[in-house]
């Protein structure tokens, strides 16, 4: 491995690079940056967790920073179009913190916001520009962006924006682009729309790949917890109550199903926030920064809603409800054991789940060791609809089979019930 002095970057950077923690480039960052300060094009075949974005918003830094050009108003020198608003937040973070020693300006653009800010900050023109497609097009359309000082323009994410439904967007931005300009492309996959879109964009890239998927799952001590779905919400709470459990991003599938969880773990005390596609942008933003501070302890999400968080220190992903897809299984597992840490995934699997667990072995080609010692281990469903434990009580109380039930939970009458 080099270090980053030897990748030539400016005094700041690597400051800035000390202070971040990080011993050397990642394999892309190596690959990537000698490269684009030279002025090359790159295609990355690479997804988030490689190091990607430190591997394109370094050298970008680093070049703007050497050749210093006054932007005019609603002008930028670099372009850097993301998916989700969540991801172009978190890039900025990133470029702010490696570029803190350069006076370089930047700016997001993306909506669920209100758009004046965004406007008034591109009117004094900007170095560097993150955007999603929607709004970048909606202000371009109004004349607040202008490209003609553009030099650099990064697709991030592309094939995500195709699954997005984005690409007809990106396409329609990239038309007004000057042809002559750095360009960079990263892509976890490459689909076949992609491959073409590259041929068109780039000039002579150098291709650059790096598989992190399955080192990074080889790192994560993967579980899978059999249980009734009515036990779901009793088996997290008892997980929980693990102190070694810091910091839980808990999956569900549905967004009502995240509300649900939430609001269940908040009677039992535990810190917990919802993030999906029906929160606003504050909400979305207020529970990501909570989580990320460590002021709220678990986070709920939705497939979509997670994709590209990366919040080093997530300790244990909770797949409290399988995903239909089974790459999305590597996704979200893959937000744990970040930046070379240990993690961990637990798995729910109720009865109706069996299938999707199935599938998720075959992708990976790997069957999940099952957990037996979990406390709901062959245990009938106490809690059917997933009632919140005040009402839970009360069934309870109204039945009078809290006995019974709570003899069920015996792991005494359990060990009998294996043999
Ligand atoms: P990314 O692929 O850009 O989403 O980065 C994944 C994670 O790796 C982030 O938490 C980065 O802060 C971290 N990271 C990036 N570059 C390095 C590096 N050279 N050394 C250690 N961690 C890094």
Redesign the pocket.
Known sequence: MSSFKSLNLLTPILEALEK?G?????PI?EMSIPHLLNGGDILGIAQ???????AFSLPILNNLAIKKVKTKPARMRCLILTPTRELASQIEENIKFYGKGLSLSSAVVFGGVSPRPQIAKLSRGTDIIIATPGRLLDLMGDGHVLFEQLETFVLDEADRMLDMGFINDVKKVIAKLPKQRQTLLFSATMPQDIAELSKQLLKDPKRVEVTPESTTVEKIDQKINFLERGNKPLLLKSILKNKKVKHALVFTRTKHGANRVVQHLEKEGVVAAAIHGNKSQGAREKALNGFRSGKVRVLVATDIAARGI?V?SITHVINYDLPDDPKSYVHRIGRTA???REGVAISFCDPTERKLLKDIEKCISYKIPVDESHEYHGVPAENRDMPNSRSLNQKKKNSGQSQRRKSSRNPSRRSTKKK
């Open positions: 971040k990080y011993t050397g480039p990642t960052q988030t967790g490689t190091g990607k974005t430190a990366d080093s970040r930046a070379g």
